[in-house]
């Protein structure tokens, strides 16, 4: 094997590696992330494509959306036993 052809292997090897790389570290950083339905600060309805409340400004993708959708999620889930006929007393104990 010639030193061309040896460089012309590494060459081939190397945008092999490139292309493997991304592609595997595009699979990696594509996976589909949470989206909100409506804002968990404002209740505002949410485009679909936006990583920011159009109406409050929240960042979408930060983690301090994650924990108001949580909160979010409580109150709605409050709001829901106290329909069912639930006693205040009984959510307090919660
Ligand atoms: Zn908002």
């Known amino acids: 094997m010639d030193a061309c052809t040896l460089v012309s292997v590494l060459i081939v090897l190397g945008v092999l590696l490139v292309l493997g790389l991304a592609v595997f570290g595009g699979l990696r950083t594509s996976s589909p992330r949470r989206r909100f339905e409506y ?4 209740d505002a309805t949410l485009p679909d494509r936006d990583d920011q409340c159009p109406e409050c400004g929240l960042d979408l993708l930060g983690k301090l959306a994650d924990r108001l959708e949580r909160i979010r999620l409580a109150r709605l889930e409050i709001r829901q036993l106290e329909d069912e ?6 959510l307090q104990a919660v």
């Open 39 to 42: 804002c968990p600060s404002c």
């Open 85 to 90: 006929g639930n006693s205040t007393r009984k």
